[in-house]
């Protein structure tokens, strides 16, 4: 990866929708040369996809939890199927293993603290393996969907 590639990787992280026109005047390359760099990165992995980013509040998921959770153990068997298990609560848009305690820390958005109970009753406090689970409120956002800095 050199110069070019990093220019457009940051160009495509600030404006996913650019045409490869627009692409290539922004990074100074023809057309051509920018399509096919572009195929590389996708085919390599270094661009993995493309997606809308949407505002919670406005499809009326507002309501942002972090939750800490400690296994009852880390064997390789409870892991496995506490990730299977928690990557099919579709509230949870986050899911991170930790090193150290806790061993996971999980981003959690509701309508509204009802909502988000029945899911902590329901769903979160029925994952297997867990020990004990430890929630906060966000209470503001300061740094979200940063680029990486290329």
């Known amino acids: 990866m050199d110069a070019v ?5 940051a160009e495509l992280q600030n404006d996913g929708r650019l045409t490869v026109t627009e692409l290539a005047e922004r990074v ?10 572009l195929r590389d990165l996708e085919r390599s992995g270094v661009i993995s996809g493309y ?26 068997e409870t892991i496995s199927v506490f990730e299977r298990a928690v990557a099919q609560v579709a509230h949870v848009t ?13 981003r959690v958005v509701a309508a509204d603290l009802t909502h988000f109970q029945r899911l902590y009753d329901d769903e979160l406090s029925a994952l297997p393996g867990v020990q004990r689970l430890s929630t906060t409120l966000v209470m503001k956002k300061v740094v979200q969907d940063r680029p990486l800095p290329l």
């Open 94 to 106: 986050l899911a991170q293993r930790l090193f150290g305690n806790p061993d996971y820390l999980l």
């Open 51 to 76: 997606r809308a980013i949407l505002d919670p509040v406005a499809v009326d998921l507002g309501f942002e939890t972090l939750i800490f959770v400690t296994m009852r153990e880390a064997t390789r």
């Open 5 to 9: 590639d990093r220019k457009i990787l």
């Open 28 to 37: 100074k390359l023809s057309v051509s040369p920018c399509h096919r760099r």
